[in-house]
């Protein structure tokens, strides 16, 4: 069974300051990695992917993966309240093209 | 990024009608597409995936029997919830992918169908 984990959260977090959102993996042998927002009521929409291992930036986004800790997260740095969403984790695992999804973390970024 | 249309976005049946939704990848061409069901609160559960002009393959516990799906352009996917119970209520949303740099494929998703079986 191929797994994703993450916290459910809720996440809070006051605007302006950094969010770290993390994410395990099971599959050792996974590809790619990546960060969706899920506003409710909502499809997802791609925030990020990463391959390698290290730091990827993208604006206020920062993705990081650590293949040898099978941990992957994410920093929203000067959080704002239109941030407030389930930020959903997906892999795809060694020899499969479909993405396997975590169950979300909920974060809340007050004013 | 690549945009892909659903619809209807809801819908409201009757217990025991079919009721079938489409996904169209509007400026590109899917090699693959992808139907998920998620339920309040939960994740995205991944039902099937399809490519073009072959049989869909179901993902362990789905009953390819009742969710029909037809992908017969590089562009167009449906579903059909074949005979809908109240249980079968649910968001239901189709992704598209094409290949990305080094061969890796990404997703983009529909909008979504919010399904109502009464």
């Known amino acids: 069974q191929k797994e994703v984990e993450q916290n459910s959260g809720p996440l809070s977090v006051p605007e302006g300051a950094i969010a770290s959102l993390n994410c395990t993996y099971s599959d050792r042998g996974s590809q790619s990695f990546f960060w969706y927002r899920q506003y409710s009521g909502k499809s997802p929409e791609l925030i990020m992917f990463?391959?390698?291992?290290g730091d990827k930036e993208d604006g206020r986004f920062t993705a990081q993966l650590n293949k040898a800790s099978q941990y992957v997260s994410l920093l929203i740095r000067d959080s704002q309240p239109s941030d407030s969403a389930t930020y959903l984790c997906?892999?795809?695992?060694?020899?499969?093209?479909?993405?396997?999804f975590g169950k979300g973390t909920m974060l809340l970024v007050s004013p | 990024g690549a945009v892909v249309s659903q619809h209807p976005s809801w819908v409201i049946c009757k217990s025991g009608t079919s009721v079938k939704i489409e996904c169209r990848s509007l400026d590109f061409q899917a090699t693959t597409m992808f139907w998920y069901r998620q339920f309040p609160k939960q994740s995205l559960m991944l039902m099937a995936t399809s490519n073009e002009g072959s049989k869909a393959t179901y993902e362990q516990g789905v009953e390819k029997d009742k969710f029909l799906i037809n992908h017969a352009s590089l562009t167009l996917s449906t579903l059909t919830v074949t005979s809908a119970h109240p249980e079968d209520s649910s968001f239901y949303i189709c992704?598209?992918?094409?290949?990305?740099?080094?061969?890796?494929?990404?997703?983009?998703f529909g909008p979504g169908t919010r399904l109502t079986v009464l």
């Open positions: 992704s598209a992918s094409s290949l990305v740099g080094g061969g890796y494929n990404e997703q983009f």
């Open positions: 997906a892999v795809t695992p060694s020899g499969y093209s479909t993405l396997t």
């Open positions: 990463i391959y390698s291992n």
